[in-house]
């Protein structure tokens, strides 16, 4: 994977990985839609259908592409971030991205206000790289503070969404490759500059 991550970029594709690891010679993510082919047809109808919303298609792409369902993912999150999510509104089944920022200490100050430094925060596995893992802190013995953001961008506008033609099959793995593609571009357009917000 040679696309770095910078302050806007939050989610991406590993096309490689994908391709080397897949046990059919076409794609790893293929394997694991075939696992899931229940998400993808249409309950509604009496014989095998596609379900015909591309946001519920959307949705269930973007689920079986990343972690827990995939891990490593066929979408990879910023490394700093502790998840990038797809959902439908329990109101009117439009699309949303939902995105877990953690936040240490430092980007709570407001003036003087300070958290005490004795209060444990989010350790960074590594300072060289702006974009490390923040993980809970291992001293169960001292106070620990953890914050975190929840950033929402609605895709009720995205365009180029899928409509898909399939259930099973190669033509479900082109059309999910697809679908979490243009998810990935919206989320970075719309979201990334959010985050970058926050965190600066």
Do not use: C
């Not at 490390?132 to 975190?148: H, M, Q, W």
């Not at 082109?174 to 571009?185: D, G, H, L, P, R």
């Amino acid at each position: 994977m040679t696309t770095k991550w910078t302050d806007q970029r939050l989610v991406r594709l590993d096309r490689t990985y994908d391709h080397e690891q897949a046990s059919d010679g076409f794609s790893r993510f293929g394997q694991y839609l075939k696992l899931n082919a229940n998400l993808f047809r249409d309950a509604w109808q009496d014989e095998p259908a596609p379900v015909k919303d591309p946001a519920e298609f959307a949705a269930h792409a973007w689920r079986v592409a990343t972690a827990p369902v995939m891990a490593p993912g066929y979408v990879r999150w910023r490394p700093d971030l502790h998840g990038v999510t797809l959902h439908r509104d329990d109101y009117d089944g439009a699309l949303y991205a939902e995105i877990r920022v953690p936040l240490q200490h430092h980007y709570l100050h407001v003036g003087d206000k300070r958290l005490p430094y004795t209060w444990q925060d989010w350790e960074r596995e590594r300072y060289d790289d702006p974009f490390t893992d923040l993980e809970e802190p291992r001293d169960p013995k001292r106070p620990t503070v953890l914050a975190s953001a929840v950033v929402r961008v609605p895709g009720r506008e995205w365009t180029g969404l899928v409509t898909p033609s399939a259930y099973e099959g190669r033509r479900l793995t082109n059309e999910a490759m697809e679908a979490v593609s243009i998810a990935v571009q919206h989320i970075n357009r719309d979201a990334g500059p959010i985050v970058a917000r926050l965190l600066s």
